[in-house]
């Protein structure tokens, strides 16, 4: 089982940027498959990005993409997630998720791939 950290949230008005860290620790993965996801009160937890922490794929939401990066370290097995431009919708807990996939990157970023250790979550405020 992996460990996960989350660090970084806060507020901020609309068009502001925040960054976000998840380290990991206890075991780790072969092949290891980091996430963040987000649920704001009232609507079901949603994926913003997941990552192949070795191979570096990556996936994000429509709803984030060009504002939103991940940047991965596949040597401290990190994932952190810049926020740019934030809009008020992007308010939410933010959660960090890691697990391990099989022979393929493409599982890992496929929206059928089932994450088995999960963060404590970090706010994130926007306001407009």
């Known amino acids: 089982q992996v460990q996960l950290r989350e660090s970084g949230g806060g507020s901020v008005q609309a068009g502001g940027s925040l960054r976000l860290s998840c380290a990991t620790s206890?075991?780790?993965?072969?092949?290891?498959?980091m996430g963040w996801f987000r649920q704001a009160p009232g609507k079901e937890r949603e994926a913003v990005t997941r990552?192949?922490?070795?191979?570096?794929?990556?996936y994000y939401d429509d709803s984030v993409k060009g504002r939103f990066t991940a940047y991965r370290d596949f040597m401290k097995k990190t994932l952190d997630l810049q926020m740019n431009n934030l809009k008020s919708e992007d308010s939410a807990v933010y959660y960090c998720?890691?697990?391990?996939?099989?022979?393929?990157?493409?599982?890992?970023?496929?929206?059928?791939?089932?994450?088995?250790?999960w963060g404590q979550g970090t706010q994130v405020t926007v306001s407009s």
């Open positions: 998720a890691a697990g391990p996939f099989g022979g393929s990157w493409s599982e890992c970023i496929s929206g059928e791939f089932e994450f088995v250790d």
């Open positions: 206890g075991s780790t993965y072969v092949n290891l498959c």
């Open positions: 990552v192949a922490i070795d191979h570096g794929a990556v």
